[in-house]
């Protein structure tokens, strides 16, 4: 049985940072592409960062750019997302997937390409 369970979640305050983690277990984390979404209130899910199998490629959102960071350790099964100078607009579910599809670091594709997903950590920043 394929389980994602994130942490790290929280309120901040405008400027504000938390790091993000998604254990995994029941799959070979080395195996999948992963990726983090989110999704505001009304808002379709968007991706967020993702990463490559082995961790050598990386997107991350125009939205973000220069503030979050991904990452991921295989040996611990585990994703990253470090989030740095936090925004109102970054309020959000933030769920982590893991998908069998890579894009090549243009962007994480649609949310419908990752088969496994987390039940979500709840990220708000208040100005």
């Known amino acids: 049985q394929v389980q994602l369970v994130e942490s790290g979640g929280g309120s901040v305050q405008s400027g504000g940072s938390l790091r993000l983690s998604c254990t995994a277990s029941?799959?070979?984390?080395?195996?999948?592409?992963m990726g983090w979404f989110r999704q505001a209130p009304g808002k379709e899910r968007e991706g967020v960062s993702c990463?490559?199998?082995?961790?050598?490629?990386?997107y991350v959102a125009d939205s973000v750019e220069g503030r979050f960071a991904i990452s991921k350790d295989n040996a611990k099964n585990t994703l990253y997302l470090q989030m740095n100078s936090l925004k109102p607009e970054d309020t959000a579910m933030y769920y982590c997937?893991?998908?069998?599809?890579?894009?090549?670091?243009?962007?994480?594709?649609?949310?419908?390409?990752?088969?496994?997903w987390g039940q979500g950590t709840q990220v708000t920043v208040s100005s």
């Open positions: 990463i490559s199998w082995s961790g050598g490629s990386a």
């Open positions: 029941g799959l070979s984390f080395e195996d999948y592409a």
């Open positions: 997937a893991a998908g069998s599809a890579w894009y090549g670091g243009s962007w994480c594709g649609p949310p419908n390409d990752y088969n496994y």
